[in-house]
């Protein structure tokens, strides 16, 4: 059975910084691109971050680099998505999503950005 599980979400001010983890199981991790979306309420879900595995290569949105750090851990099956000087638009609900010849989701974890 396929899980990626998302933790690490919360209410944070602005200019805080959270860490988002998600655990893959029943696939094998290392093969798979890891990345992380997210949807606001009225907004589509827009890809935040992806890592590569072999080699080990990061993507950002325009929106979050110099903030954000996606790395991951293939002896763990996580990955990680740092975010640094948070802003409220990036209030959303984020997505763990792993991605080979299939596809798989997490259910996200909420991130709230307010004062």
């Known amino acids: 059975q396929v899980q990626l599980v998302e933790s690490g979400g919360g209410l944070v001010q602005p200019g805080g910084s959270l860490r988002l983890a998600c655990v893959g199981s029943?696939?094998?991790?290392?093969?798979?691109?890891m990345s992380w979306y997210r949807q606001a309420p009225g907004k589509e879900r827009e890809l935040v971050a992806s890592?590569?595995?072999?080699?080990?290569?990061?993507n950002y949105a325009d929106s979050v680099k110099g903030r954000f750090t996606v790395s991951r851990d293939n002896a763990e099956n996580t990955v990680y998505l740092q975010m640094n000087s948070l802003k409220p638009d990036d209030t959303a609900m984020y997505y763990c999503?792993?991605?080979?010849?299939?596809?798989?989701w997490g259910r996200g974890t909420q991130v709230t950005v307010s004062s």
């Open positions: 999503h792993a991605r080979a010849l299939l596809t798989y």
């Open positions: 029943g696939f094998t991790f290392r093969n798979y691109i």
């Open positions: 890592i590569s595995s072999a080699p080990v290569s990061p």
